[in-house]
Structure formats: structure tokens, C-alpha cells
């Protein structure tokens, strides 16, 4: 049976790809710094921080996973992007590669991140669109790809990395875009926004999940676009949702400026993922922005 | 004044550029593993294992170069492709760069490879052929430069990556393609050679060190390649050899298969070089394989 370790697994994506892989028959650990987590799914829960390599040697060789979906990085909304703890989830992606490689690991599935793309290219291609990253986040992002496909080739196990686009959904952090604009319309508050004509590619988090899971689960090597292939501008979604909460009074858009740097179009080509996987989406954005405001 | 501090300065390129800095009105400091190299020169020597984190600190918390040329990898002819200790310098990279900004440094330039870019590409053009390595080696420098572009913004210093093509010169590895032919003639013995139709742009090692020690002092920041801009027939490189050693009838085209993976073309784009630098090379491939010729 495959035994499966999860990084990161408290996180909005982690939490998602933890439940997915629930319904999937395999050994499943997960580790994190409180070694405390969502109860049931039959997880066993580790504590371990992974930005200290001997925590990541005694972890690995614990578990000794077979497959390894690797999540943990920093991500606080915002900050993440500059934030100095980029360096150290790039030095913690390289020790686990190797503890992986060293213990018999497999399968090695890392979450990479579309801010890998030259932010000019569109729509981004995994093996066309030039690698060039904006922040310091994609930087480190796109460097860690490069050392696990370099571990994977020294150790023989096989590798792929998820390119994640823009994922909404339940779990979303309060402070990005979906959550605090409904907070904000259901306080009955101005919801000040962008000028939001930019436009991004909007995945339903538990299709992101499930989409990783399967890439997890296959042996296709290689960089693969976790997206769902449309572009929609956040003026759009912004839009969809005062209206569902029928508050179409309350957005100011251009009330806010955008951060420098921001993309015009951010969105997957998904024609690699179609061919190697099979996979579509199962919720489109009316779907999945419809169940957050349901669910919230 | 500059304090400059050289990674690898014991190596092929290392110890020309540390002769080419020389000429230069600035604080030399070199560290290797033994903390003695070639006498003279005005250069201060330091013992220091850059594979260990703790030294790396130390070493710039005491020299605080204001500029770091780092050319420290394994280079060991025909192993350095696949040696498992091309994560040892990445992670080295990592930590120089850190500790470089972290003490105010203003300028980096890393020893880069044209094994970064994608080997069935050519010419390769710093910004626009693909960086897909085939290599263990060329994945790591290439997660390297991600890595230290990252440094670079995060600490705000200037940073370039000068990816090399195929030196040769005066104190090339005895292993490696021209000395152990040059060996081989003067030898009276057969020179057995690959087919030697695949082209490399051979570049003589003291002009790539011109070229990388004007991009230290250059606030130009990138990748630059270090090449001649000339593919070269291998095969032409061991007639002419051979004819100015009167050994003609040596040598034995296609006695041994080249490696798997080689590519047939492998040459520098050096229009970026020009543009950004005004360099070219200062000698030609027969004077370069001339000048080896009378020193040796």
C-alpha cells in the first residue's frame, strides 16, 4: 500500500488535499509543527519543522513514505511573496528531495506556484512559457523545481510539480480576495477593491486538490499547470458575489491601487494536464463561488 | 577601494581570473579548502570549506567583500555531471548569497554553465532558449541562479551569472579533452577520439576570465554567457592539434561513443555580451590551441 506523506497539511490546499486523498486506499501521514490536525480521515498526525533539515531526516526516515506531496512553504497572505522565509522552504524542499531520495521514495509531488511564468506571458505554458519570476516567492518556487527534478534524476524516484493558479474555496485565509470581500458585503461595509480588470484563473480549491491527488497517484514526470484554462477578471467575481449577496451597492472599484507588478492575465494553458491526466475541473467558477457562499 | 572576495580560486578558471584581478586596483581575497594558493598577486588567502554552512558565515562576517566572484563547484572531468556533490554547492550558493547581502555586500557574480540550458536549443540566448538541464550539474547551477536572483532582491544587491562554455588554456585538467590529446601526440600514442562532429564553443580560459572580471566590476545584472560566440567542430580542434604537433596520422575519429545525451551543437549567442559589455575575445581558437601548444 502506498504510504503517502503530506507537508504542509494544515494549509488551505493541504487541508483540501488531505481529504481528497482520504478517499484514495493508502497510508496517509502528515506532518506539521503542532503534529495536531483535522481529526478522522485515519491520518497519522507528525510534528516536525521542516525548515530544520535534522527534523526533516528523522521524519523521513520514520515514515519512509513511497509518495510525498510536498505543500509546506509560507503563504501568509500578502507577505508571502518578499517574505525572507522563502529561503528557508527552498533549503527545506532540497533536504526533503534528498531524505526522500535516501529512504527509497517513489512518486515526489511538490506544489510550485504560476508565479514561476514571466507575469508578461500568457496564457503560461508549462514547457514554453519562459520561467521567470517576479517575487522572491517564485523564485524560490521555480529553484526548488529545478532541485528536485536534479534529486529525482540522482535518486531514480519520479517527479512533478503542480504549478498552482488562483484557488478559492472553503478554508480560504480571511484576508484574501473571496473571503474579505464577502465579510465585507455581509457587513453591509464598501467593498474597496482594485480596479479589477486584471484577470486571473480561478480553481475551485477541492478541484486544485483533487487534480494534485491524481498527479500524485500517476507517474507523469514533469511541471503541470493546476488551473482550470479560463481567465476571469476579479471585477467579475467581485460582481457575482455582491449580487448573490445582494448587495450590488457596495463594491468601489479602483478604490485601491494595485500592487506593482500585478499581471494583466494570469491563466493556465491546461492542454498538458488534459492529454497526461484526463482531468477537467468539476466546478466552474459560478459552482464554486455558489457553495463558498452557501457554505460560509 | 573593492574588496572582493573569489570562491574556487584553486580551479581552471578560478586561478586565471584571480591573475586577471590582479590588474585590477582592488582587495583580492580568495578561500579554498587549504587556505594556500599561487604566491603573489596581492592576494589574501583564507582556509574555509564552503560546503559547510558555518564557514560560509564566518568567512564573509570577517572579510565583508563588497564584491564575490563564485566560481566554487566539483569540477572533476567527466564526473561533475552526475556527482551527488552538486547539492552540497547549491546549498553552498544558497548560504553565500545570504551571507553576502546580510554583510552589506553590493555585487555577485556566479560561475554559471551552458549545461543550464536546454541541450537541443542552440544558439543559446541568455533570455530566450529554455533553461532545461540535462544534467544533475546544470540543474543545480541553474536552482542556483533562481536562488541567488532571490538573494539579490531580497538584500538588494546586484547580482550576474555568467554561464560558461568550454574553456581551454593553461592549466586545463590533464582529463580533459585538449591536454589529454596534446598528451596522446606527444606521446607518439594513438589519440582515440569520439567521431568529433558535434560543435562546442571553445573559449580560451584567460579571455573568459577578462569577460567574467569585467562583469564583476559591471553593474550589469543577468545572465551573460561566456562564450566566443564560434561552434567548433571537436574533430577540427584535434586535426589542427595534431597537425601542429606533426602527428597527423594519431589520431582515431569514432573510437570511442560519445556520452549519451551530448548535443551536437553547443554555442553562446554572444549578441547580449556585446550590447551590455563591448567584449569580444581576444584570441581566436588557433591562437588560443598556439599558445597551449608552446606552454605546454
Redo the contacts between chains.
Keep these: 500500500m502506498n504510504r503517502v506523506l503530506v507537508t504542509g497539511p494544515s494549509g488551505f490546499i493541504g487541508t483540501h488535499c488531505l481529504r481528497r486523498l482520504a478517499t484514495e486506499h493508502c497510508e496517509i501521514h502528515a506532518a506539521n509543527r503542532s503534529g495536531r490536525g483535522e481529526p478522522g480521515a485515519g491520518v497519522t498526525w507528525h510534528a516536525a519543522d521542516l525548515r530544520d533539515a535534522d527534523h526533516v531526516l528523522s521524519l523521513v526516515a520514520k515514515i519512509q513514505p513511497t509518495h510525498l506531496l510536498h505543500g509546506a512553504w509560507v503563504a501568509t497572505p500578502r507577505l508571502y511573496g ?1 517574505s ?1 522565509e ?2 528557508a522552504w ?2 527545506s524542499t ?1 533536504a526533503l528531495a ?1 531524505a526522500f531520495g535516501r529512504h527509497g521514495g517513489a512518486r515526489f509531488v511538490g506544489i510550485g506556484s504560476s508565479a514561476e511564468y514571466d507575469p508578461g506571458e500568457r496564457p503560461c505554458v508549462e ?2 512559457t ?4 517576479a ?2 516567492y517564485g ?2 518556487k ?3 523545481w ?2 528536485v ?3 529525482a ?2 535518486h531514480g524516484f519520479s517527479a512533478a510539480w503542480g504549478r498552482l493558479f488562483m484557488p478559492y474555496g472553503p478554508g480560504d485565509p480571511p484576508q484574501r480576495l473571496i473571503p474579505s470581500v464577502l465579510a465585507a458585503l455581509r457587513a453591509g461595509q464598501p467593498v474597496q477593491t482594485s480596479h479589477g480588470t486584471q484577470q486571473r484563473d480561478f480553481i475551485y480549491a477541492p478541484d486544485a486538490a483533487d487534480l494534485l491527488v491524481r498527479l500524485l497517484l500517476s507517474q507523469e514526470a514533469g511541471a503541470f499547470n493546476i488551473g482550470t484554462g479560463r481567465a476571469t477578471k476579479v471585477r467579475s467575481v467581485v460582481e457575482y458575489l455582491a449580487s448573490r449577496c445582494r448587495r450590488p451597492d457596495l463594491p468601489q472599484f479602483g478604490a485601491i491601487s494595485l500592487t506593482p507588478g500585478e499581471p494583466d492575465i494570469l491563466v493556465a494553458d491546461m492542454s498538458k494536464v488534459g492529454k497526461r491526466l484526463a482531468w477537467s475541473p468539476q466546478n466552474d467558477l459560478h459552482q464554486g463561488l455558489d457553495r463558498v457562499i452557501d457554505c460560509a
Tied chains: 1, 2.
Design positions: 518578499h525572507p522563502n529561503f527552498l533549503r532540497i534528498a514547457d514554453a519562459p520561467i521567470r519570476p517575487t522572491i523564485k524560490c521555480a529553484a526548488s529545478l532541485a527534478q536534479a534529486a534524476q540522482h
